[in-house]
Structures are given as C-alpha cells and as structure tokens.
C-alpha cells in the first residue's frame, strides 16, 4: 500500500505490526529499492520503506510504478541475504549498571539473564534515534520490561541495553531510558570513516558474553 | 597570511574551483551559527538526518547570486546576530529573512552581493520578520567533508557550531569579485515571506486517524510558533487537533515538513535536523516549495494557517515555477 509523505516521498506500508518475519520482508523489499536509480534514499522500518524521490527530476506517479512494479515481483519467499555480526559483550558490573536490578524484577539470577539476552540472533528491525543506534528483536519474552520511568541524562556510548520486546546499543553518548545490561568495545558510529556504521537495517546480530580477564 | 594548502576532495561533494585560504574571521557572536551545504544524502536509514539549510530557497539565492556551485557550503545564522572581519579581499552575499547587513556606515539590505576589503568588519544584525539569514562567500566556504557533506548536524556530533575567534576558509572564485559585487536578486523570482502564510500541505498516511472535527479544526485556525523551535522541529500552538484512533504509531520514516500531532494534540513540524523516523501519527505534509516560508515564521508574532493540496497539484505547481 502506497501513500505520499509530502511531494518528496511515499511510504510502503507492508503490515502493521513489529514482527521479525514481517521486517525481514521490508528489508528485502529495501533491497530491490536500491535497483530505481530516481530513488534517492530509503528507510526501512518495521513494518514501512519510506522512499525519498526529488520531485525535480520525477513526479509521484512515476516513482509509484516503478515500485508497484517491484512489488509485483516480491513474494513470501523473497530474502535479502543478511550480514551476521557477533558483538562482544561484558555484562554487569560498571558496563551494566542495571543488570542486577533486571534480573531481581525478573525473578531470574544474573547468569539466567545473560544467557536468554545472548543466546538469541536479533534482527536489526530499524536505525533511529541517533546516528547508528540498532533497534533490534526480538527479545525472549520473559526479558520485556518497561522503559526507565527516568531516563539517564547520559548513556555512555556502547551500553548494551533492553526496553519492551527490543534490545539496542547507544552508538553515542546520549540520553537514554533503556535499561543497561551490559557494553561492548566496538565503535558503532565513525563519521570519519569510509563506511561509517557498524549496522545496517536488515542485519543478525549476536551478543556474545565476554567472559572478561 | 596566506594558507594555500589543496584540499583533498570528495569526489562526491561540491565542484572545487582552486584551492582555499583564510578569509573571515568570528569577531562577535550569538544565536547559532553553522555551516550548511545542501544536504547530506544517503544516511536517512542509518538514522542520519538530511541537516542542510532550513529555508533552501534563500541558501540558494544567495549561492546564485555569486555564481556559487549550487552545492557550496554558507553560514546559516539563527536566532542572534555575527560579527566578522575580511582577512583578505572577498565578496559576500547576504539572503534570509528577519536581518539586515551592516558594513561600517552602509546598511544593506538582505539579497544582495557586495565587496569587503581585508580589514573591513561586517555585522549581520537581527531585525524581525523571519529566523534565519544565509552568508554566502564568493568561491564558498571550505570545510571538513563529513560523510560526503558539509552540513553541521550538531545532535550527532558532525562538525561544531561557529564561535567567536573561529577563522573560517573559502574556495578562491574563478569570476572577478567587483564583477560579483552589487548585484540584487530579481524581484520577480522572490519567495513572498509572510507573517500570515498560508502554508501548502499533502495529507499524511496517518490523516485518517483523526477526527473530521480535529482535521477541520488543522486546516481552520490559526496557529503560532512556540518560542521553544530549533533546527529539528517547529512546535505550533493552537487549537488542540482531535485524535479518532488512540493506539500508538510503530515508527515509521519521516521528512522534513512532516507534521506530527503528539498526546498534547499540538501540531510539531519536522525541520531539516528532524529525527529520520518517529513515532506520532503524522496529519499532514508541508510542500517543498511553502517550508521556505514555514522556517521563516516568527514565534509569537506570525499566524499561520495550512491549505490541503494534492501531490500531483504540488508537483505540477514546483514544475511550472522552473519554467
């Protein structure tokens, strides 16, 4: 289903609900996008591709064929081949100031926590929020736990952290309210390089618990 | 002092016209003040804004008017006033809204070019009727290219705000800058800055999620700027929008323009740093060619109004105009 977001871009909608086997599908989808050279940029989301077109150069109609026709082509068994990133983790302690906490709320002892956080491959649903920062799922169920009622003024870049179905990594200091279970020493964002993120939408991801020294 | 060093160059970025030196320095400083090119494109879906100019038709006035390259970097001034001086011969056009131009005893006028001597310092000083002013520099202005733009994105960390004793360089222009000089931007081509717009906009995909009384009430009242506005978003005052459907929006991508309602039913326009998804069922999109004259409103004093149109009527009127 296809409708315009202004006169510069259209928004896919492929279902409405965030569901991994739903998102595999937008990312496929996002991938056969990149194939329409007057297509400018694409954000795949959970359920959506919001598609940027220059209005200069093409019109709605046209850029809306040209995604039907893609369309027409993608059924259920179309894939987008994923990268698969296994991501070092320390947990607890300093690195994961709210491990105990989770675990205590949880009625689950930290090393029960560590294995169901890690033991799983998450889909990168979407990237927001800051620049790089992977929303991914989706988290075993026993894991879901609401958002901080305050948000830390300052998460260190890094932190490794769950809220609702969705677990994440803050590629920057920011603000943030999730809850922090752990860090990992990878740089998710360098806007001085080549290729300046870690993740792409789309991508497996696993978290391997770094056992430490 | 002359600083001749070759700027090693994306190849993607703006056309180069020789190599770059020194050419202003900050005297004097408020408000915010970045540089911006046209844009940072390809990062929407690592969550990158697209960042560049908040009002695109006087940045491109004023990179016209000096026969810039149409990607050339400026200063974007906002909210505040900056002082500089020449270090070294130049021409400088000045474009915007809500500012005029003061060069000793001289006062110019906004959209217009004009020659500055090594030692001459320039004031752009805040008037009203509008938010931000453009700078312009013969040749443009050269910094890092950060992910093959030049744009400040200051939530991200990509490039910093302007400050006094900053020292800025621009590429040397091809053309004669007195030739550059004195030239006014035509008349006829002006965008007609209001404070009582009446602004363009294309239904969203969530429009139906609102009552006919709350989406009467969008296209009916006036609404006001909010003195709390920046770079990322515009949040209007006025009367409450009603919501028919209360279930909450899984993010989705959103664009500059786009009007999100949140739980206070008050309108928040997103602006050129926008978050590039978000999570408010979105109303309404402004058009490209009517945000000019959104950036420009001035909180608490314009009173602006928004008009349905449709995409195929938005596009077919942006066409007619480059004829």
Known sequence: ?213 | MDDRRLTIENTTSSMVYGPSSMVLEVTDLSGIATLQDSGRRGWNKFGVPTSGPMDWFAYQAANSLLDNSPNSAVIELGLGEITFRALRNTTIAVTGAGYEVENYVWTFPLWTTFYVRAGWTVRVKKTSGGNWAYIAIAGGFDSPVIMNSRSTYLRGGIGSALKTGDVLNSFASPKDLIKLAARDFPVDKFMPYSQTPIIEVIPAPQADWFTPEGIRTFYESEYTLSPSFDRMGYRLQGSPIEKAISKELISEGMTMGSIQIPADEQPIVMMADAPTAGGYPKIANVTRADLPLLAQCEAGVSKIRFRETTVEEAQKRTMDSRR
């Not at chain 1, 959970?46 to 040209?66: F, G, M, R, S």
């Open chain 1, 1 to 213: 289903m296809l409708k315009p977001l202004g006169d510069s871009s259209i928004l896919i909608q492929l279902g409405d609900e965030i569901d991994p086997r739903l998102n595999q599908r937008v990312h496929a989808l996002d991938a056969l996008l990149q194939t329409i050279p007057a297509i400018t940029e694409t954000v795949p989301a959970y359920c959506t591709v919001l598609v940027h077109y220059d209005p200069l150069t093409t019109t709605y109609t046209e850029i809306a064929n040209l995604i039907n026709e893609k369309l027409s082509l993608f059924d259920e068994s179309t894939h987008r081949p994923s990268h698969r990133l296994e991501i070092p983790v320390l947990y607890g302690g300093a690195s994961g100031p709210d491990l105990e906490a989770v675990a205590t709320t949880l009625a689950l002892s930290p090393s029960e926590l560590i294995r169901l956080h890690s033991e799983r491959e998450y889909t990168v649903y979407m990237m927001g929020f800051t620049p790089g920062f992977p929303y991914m799922g989706i988290l075993d169920e026993k894991l879901n736990m609401p958002r901080l009622s305050s948000p830390r003024t300052r998460v260190p870049a890094g932190s490794v952290a769950i809220a609702g179905s969705q677990t994440g990594i803050y590629p920057v200091d920011s603000p943030g309210g999730w809850h922090i279970l752990g860090h990992t020493p990878l740089k998710l964002f360098d806007p001085m390089s080549e290729s300046p993120f870690l993740f792409a939408p789309g991508d497996i991801v696993k978290f391997i618990p770094d056992h430490g020294r």
